[in-house]
């Protein structure tokens, strides 16, 4: 254990924490709505110093075969070294498919988008709903940034025109509001020393023994929860966590 550990690790024990907030306290969180004008919809989440930009680009495609008469929905997570020096150019690696994967399932499982309204023609055309995240700085917790950002950016989505004599989607024309009927928001919780932390920032998650993302919708229904890290936690304190998952995520809401 080094110096920092040893000292997050004495300062967690007291109920405090090196940025000088509660246990149960999350950092400042600053949305954003259209920040990327060739985007459908888009938005920018700050948690502290911690910064994603997600945005959401349309198109008509097939739908898939075990539900033809919905939409599709695909999230990506590209993680830039301009974000953190652990990161490295290239294909996604491990963190970035959790992140996209998670985020992916709070947004699927919550049915936060009504699919059949993007059904087209059953079986042959749909509305494809792309979800591009982009840490732009990590410090900590990019899980419920990512997350945050996602909502924000569905929900301040334009859907384009589509001619279907013509079959062409006409991006300079908008013909309403995507469909999104509920506000999934991910909070994250991470575990150090018996104690839970929220919102756990970069020097915490280097040092936490595990996470925990609870995902709740807009009735404070949990639609999803991800564990991380090589500990596990206790059944008492998963329900405090998913107490304090269920707090959070209406505060954050409200923010929508």
């Given amino acids: ?14 109920g405090r924490r090196i940025d000088g907030r509660k246990l149960e306290e999350s950092r400042k969180i600053i949305i954003e709505k259209d920040v990327i004008n060739n985007a459908e919809g888009s938005a920018k989440v ?7 930009i997600a945005g959401v680009k349309m198109d008509v495609g097939e739908p898939f075969p075990d539900t033809p008469n919905e939409g599709v929905l695909i999230v990506n997570a590209e993680f830039s070294p301009l974000a953190s020096p652990e990161f490295e150019l290239g294909p996604p690696g491990e963190d970035a498919i959790e992140l996209a994967r998670i985020v992916d399932r709070g947004i699927r499982e919550s049915k936060c988008i009504d699919m059949e309204k993007l059904c087209i023609k ?7 709903v792309f979800i591009d995240v982009q840490p732009i700085n990590h410090d900590g917790n990019l899980i419920d940034a990512s997350g945050i950002a996602a909502i924000a950016a569905l929900l301040n989505t334009k859907m384009p025109e589509y001619n279907e004599k013509e079959e062409r989607v006409n991006y300079e024309k908008r013909k309403g509001k995507l469909p999104v009927r509920e506000k999934p928001i991910p909070v994250t919780i991470a575990q150090i020393n018996d104690k839970l932390v929220i919102d756990p920032g970069r020097e915490e ?5 595990s996470r925990i993302t609870v995902t709740t919708k807009d009735d404070d229904n949990i639609c999803a929860m991800q564990k991380g890290g090589k500990g596990g936690f206790s059944i008492e304190m998963l329900e405090e966590a998913i107490d304090l998952a269920v707090k959070e995520g209406k505060a954050r809401r409200k923010m929508l």
């Fill in 1 to 14: 254990m080094n110096i920092q550990q040893d000292y997050i690790s004495n300062i967690v024990k007291k």
């Fill in 122 to 128: 059953k079986g042959e055309k749909v509305w494809m």
């Fill in 46 to 52: 700050k948690i502290g110093d911690t910064e994603v």
């Fill in 205 to 209: 998650e280097d040092f936490m023994a």
